[in-house]
């Protein structure tokens, strides 16, 4: 190979491609956020903008991780200092901090030996062409069916890497297709949670998800740094990133916020659908499910920030829905609830 062109050349181009895409792409989406916040509320203020540009610069070490800060200073009225945004966190602190590791969380099938929990709703699993008991015992594919529905009238279908509410199947016993499952490729099959009646007041033809982002701290403590509840529309089967209500928690109390947020982060003050208000409720059973996330955490100490999605069923149990170890999301956390992170050292992290 000519001298000029060698293979570690190409391999940084492509690297240096890979990262102007994703910056970019973080750059337009955290463009449109802020264009839609300012059509409810007016500029954002341009000192905020001035304060935001330089602290990218002298303390992030880039002004290209100022346009999430606009987001942030935006939707809380302020600029504050510590503020971690979105395309920092993914391309500096997530290889850091969780390098690979983080990535287990999207093989859905490792989560029950990885956890030992039985907050994880798991029936059985498809890896590899085979299915699985959760016992990890390999299940017939005839007696398939009857498994799944033994003691369910729905399950769901969870494929591998599935995010923001893609790559989920609903099955009722007369129209189970397996050739489905076959086509969607590695996953797992759980149980359909039955909400508390609490979370059906805002919206009870699909389950509600409360995301919980715990952190491993240099010290080796496991806190709870952020938490907001999802909810899903009337045309839903379940929460979707492009059509979901989050509406923040207090994770001293556990109370809603007074202010939900629409896909498009404009505010409002109740359920566009069920118009149930949001002020003066509180998640039931809420410090259950604090604990359960800093419990699960200790299993996997590794990745140190995870975003828990969980919810608590009828019978006031708390179920795991889905962990995401790896690039989870804190940019709506930052802006309505942070700095969540300043005291941890993230902004000092260098890529």
């Known amino acids: 190979?000519?001298?000029?062109?060698?293979?570690?050349?190409?391999?940084?181009?492509?690297?240096?491609?890979?990262?102007?895409?994703?910056?970019?792409?973080?750059?337009?989406?955290?463009?449109?956020?802020?264009?839609?916040?300012?059509?409810?509320?007016?500029?954002?203020?341009?000192?905020?903008?001035?304060?935001?540009?330089?602290?990218?610069?002298?303390?992030?070490?880039?002004?290209?991780?100022?346009?999430?800060?606009?987001?942030?200073?935006?939707?809380?009225?302020?600029?504050?200092?510590?503020?971690?945004p979105d395309n920092y966190y993914g391309k500096v602190v997530v290889p850091k901090l969780k390098g690979d590791y983080g990535k287990v969380s999207d093989l859905k099938p490792l989560s029950k030996i990885i956890l030992k929990s039985d907050v994880l709703p798991d029936i059985?699993?498809?890896?590899?062409?085979?299915?699985?008991?959760?016992?990890?015992?390999?299940?017939?594919?005839?007696?398939?069916?009857?498994?799944?529905?033994?003691?369910?009238?729905?399950?769901?279908?969870?494929?591998?890497?599935?995010?923001?509410?893609?790559?989920?199947?609903?099955?009722?016993k007369s129209n189970f297709d397996i050739e489905k499952v076959y086509k969607l490729g590695n996953g797992v099959f759980q149980e359909y949670i039955k909400q508390h009646s609490f979370f059906d007041r805002f919206m009870n033809n699909s389950v509600a998800t409360i995301r919980i982002t715990t952190v491993v701290e240099n010290s080796g403590d496991i806190t709870v740094r952020a938490s907001y509840l999802r909810i899903g529309r009337t045309n839903d089967s379940h929460v979707q990133s492009d059509s979901h209500i989050r509406i923040p928690i207090s994770i001293q109390n556990g109370e809603l916020d007074e202010y939900g947020y629409m896909s498009d982060w404009k505010r409002t003050i109740q359920h566009p659908d069920s118009m149930t208000k949001f002020k003066g409720a509180a998640i039931p059973f809420y410090s259950k499910c604090l604990s359960t996330a800093i419990s699960l955490h200790k299993l996997m100490p590794f990745t140190r920030s995870v975003g828990w999605d969980m919810i608590i069923d009828k019978d006031n149990n708390v179920k795991l829905m889905e962990w995401n170890g790896y690039h989870n999301d804190i940019k709506f956390s930052e802006a309505t609830q942070g700095p969540c992170f300043s005291d941890l050292g993230w902004d000092k992290i260098k890529s």
């Open 1 to 84: 190979m000519n001298r000029f062109f060698s293979k570690s050349s190409v391999k940084d181009v492509l690297n240096n491609l890979s990262m102007y895409r994703y910056h970019l792409i973080h750059k337009r989406i955290a463009k449109n956020i802020l264009k839609s916040i300012e059509q409810e509320r007016g500029p954002v203020d341009s000192n905020f903008v001035k304060l935001s540009n330089e602290y990218a610069k002298d303390i992030l070490g880039w002004e290209g991780y100022a346009p999430w800060l606009y987001v942030y200073s935006a939707i809380s009225g302020n600029f504050k200092e510590g503020w971690i």
């Open 124 to 172: 059985a699993y498809y890896v590899n062409g085979l299915f699985f008991s959760k016992g990890y015992y390999v299940l017939d594919k005839n007696k398939l069916q009857t498994e799944l529905f033994e003691n369910n009238d729905i399950i769901v279908y969870k494929v591998d890497n599935s995010l923001q509410g893609k790559g989920v199947l609903f099955f009722e």
